[in-house]
């Protein structure tokens, strides 16, 4: 279900300006915290895939402002991997709002969750798979120029749509802040497209946090590194101070890292051990991750934990519940 955008976020309580930027209420927010103590004692989650009742995850919160402005019979165009997890949370929830997606993807490494995220795909969304990206983004601009249609970018990853992850680091400011957990010396996630960390970073960095924020590689370095972070930490900043008429701090420079060591050669092939590493969460508290992101990313949380000083949280993107739904 979806509703009208209330006053009921974080970055609307530090903001109140932001308000008038189109919105829809598709997540229950915040997400919880929680430790993962019997993983390893320094480990904590943020449970990022449980932010929605159907198919969470980060690109449900950069969604709400992607598709504020989309109404019941309109249709969304956007790109993705074949199995890409972006492209299943577009259409499941431009649905919700009544609208219809059109998908131009792209072959890529497959493992058996990108294939359940594809065979979602194809009962939500129209249009052909390509050969590889340059054909499917050519087929999009197309595709445009003949059409009215509502674009999300690759990933979702614009300054609007980073301003959602602007809100989520103020979010965890305020769990801080509550008490629901320590002050985390680093923050470990996936990093394709770039705009959740871009966003967490600016967040934290409104808030004065001194958290890192490290990006676990798992797309191409062309579209998964620090540049792209950077720029659209310029851009959501820049709209903020666009909006609101306040300055807006800077991220401190080193406060993003990228990794490089998880990536397993190719996006969506699964890295070697990943899953054993998956597998001590699912043991231990019953969550699935995915090989194309989690899995990978959560190989850099545990290491992180095991070998640095502070709390580590490890910010779950995806919402593995899509690997077993009927």
Known sequence: MTAPAGPDIALYRRFPALRAIPRVRLCALPSPVMSAAAVHPRLWLKRDDLNADVFGGNKARS?????????????????GG??????LATATHARAIGASTIAMRWKHD?????????????REAAGPVSANAVFAIARATAYRLRHRV???????????????????????AEQIAAGALPSPARVVL??????????LALGFAIAGLDIEVIGARVAPRIAANKRRVAALVRGARKLIMRVTGEQVARVPRGMVRVVHDVYGGAYGRPLPGADDAAGL??????????????AKAFVA????????????????TFDGRCLDAP
Not at 67 to 79: F, N, Q, S
Not at 110 to 122: F, K, Q, S, T
Not at 281 to 294: A, C, K, M, N, V
Not at 301 to 316: E, I, K
């Open 63 to 79: 969604l709400e402002f992607l598709l504020g402005d989309v109404r019941p019979g309109d249709t969304v165009l956007t790109i």
């Open 301 to 316: 949380a545990l290491a992180c934990a095991r070998g640095q000083d502070g709390p580590t949280l490890f910010w779950l």
């Open 82 to 87: 074949k199995g890409s997890t972006h492209v």
């Open 150 to 172: 509502h674009y999300v970018p690759l990933g979702g990853s614009t300054p609007l749509g980073a301003l959602a992850q602007v809100n989520a680091g103020l979010e965890l």
């Open 110 to 122: 497959m493992n058996p969750g990108a294939e359940r995220v594809a065979e979602l795909i194809a």
């Open 190 to 199: 996936p990093l394709g497209s770039g705009g959740t960390a871009a966003g």
């Open 281 to 294: 969460l699912h043991e231990s508290y019953g969550i699935r991750l995915d090989s194309t992101y989690s």
